[in-house]
């Protein structure tokens, strides 16, 4: 609700990620930030399947007002689209999260498909696809034209996938390791 957000940060924000909450008062409050910061923060979204599954015209307002959207291939197809092709309603960029086959990129101008560390050892997906937009936009935040930010966010999942729940997160060492290699 509108009294968790402090009234300060929305001012301070480079960027604002938005992801699913269950019941409409946070989606409405998404909207409300994200027409807020319009212009001066850029938004991502990774609606999940909780918000995909209501379709893209129940999220029409907020697609408006996203940069980056955060997607599986099932997500975007449940919003119309088709992780072949930009839709002619895609933000400006469309990362799709792809399991095992890393990632792809979606842009007016074109396709970039970015292949995942085949060799990482599974024990857990949970929370693989939130550390891929922390990879992200840590990256984004640190300097990463949006190739290597992407790079960044397809290891950052990999490395999460190595440990059960949160155990194998990414933490400062791999991210400044990380940063160092694809800056």
Same mark, same amino acid.
């Given at each position: 609700? &509108?009294?968790?957000?402090?009234? &300060?940060?929305?001012?301070?924000?480079?960027? /604002?990620?938005?992801?699913?909450?269950?019941?409409? #008062?946070?989606?409405?409050?998404?909207?409300?930030?994200?027409?807020?910061?319009?212009?001066?923060?850029?938004?991502?979204?990774?609606?999940?399947?909780?918000?995909?599954?209501?379709?893209?015209?129940?999220? &029409?307002?907020?697609?408006?007002?996203?940069?980056?959207?955060?997607?599986?291939?099932? &997500? /975007? !197809?449940?919003?119309?689209?088709?992780?072949? !092709?930009?839709?002619?309603?895609?933000?400006?960029?469309?990362?799709?999260?792809?399991? =095992?086959? #890393?990632?792809?990129?979606?842009?007016?101008?074109?396709?970039?498909?970015?292949?995942?560390?085949? =060799?990482?050892?599974?024990?857990?997906?949970?929370?693989?696809?939130?550390?891929?937009?922390?990879?992200? @936009?840590?990256?984004?935040?640190? #300097?990463?034209? /949006?190739?290597?930010?992407?790079? @960044? =966010?397809?290891?950052?999942?990999?490395? !999460?996938?190595?440990?059960?729940?949160?155990?194998?997160?990414?933490?400062?060492?791999?991210?400044?390791?990380?940063?160092?290699? /694809? !800056?």
């Amino acid at each position: 609700g &509108e009294e968790d957000m402090p009234l &300060e940060a929305p001012a301070s924000m480079q960027y /604002l990620h938005l992801t699913s909450f269950v019941g409409p #008062g946070p989606l409405r409050l998404q909207n409300k930030l994200a027409r807020r910061l319009y212009g001066t923060a850029l938004i991502s979204l990774d609606p999940g399947e909780l918000y995909a599954r209501r379709g893209r015209e129940s999220l &029409e307002d907020l697609l408006d007002c996203t940069d980056i959207l955060m997607v599986t291939e099932r &997500e /975007l !197809s449940l919003l119309g689209g088709d992780p072949a !092709s930009y839709p002619d309603w895609g933000p400006p960029l469309i990362l799709i999260k792809r399991g =095992a086959r #890393g990632a792809r990129m979606l842009t007016p101008v074109g396709i970039l498909d970015f292949p995942a560390n085949t =060799a990482a050892r599974l024990v857990d997906t949970l929370g693989a696809g939130d550390v891929f937009a922390a990879g992200f @936009l840590a990256g984004r935040l640190n #300097g990463l034209n /949006l190739p290597n930010a992407v790079r @960044l =966010a397809v290891r950052a999942a990999a490395h !999460s996938l190595a440990g059960a729940g949160r155990e194998h997160y990414p933490d400062r060492e791999f991210l400044e390791t990380q940063l160092a290699d /694809l !800056s």
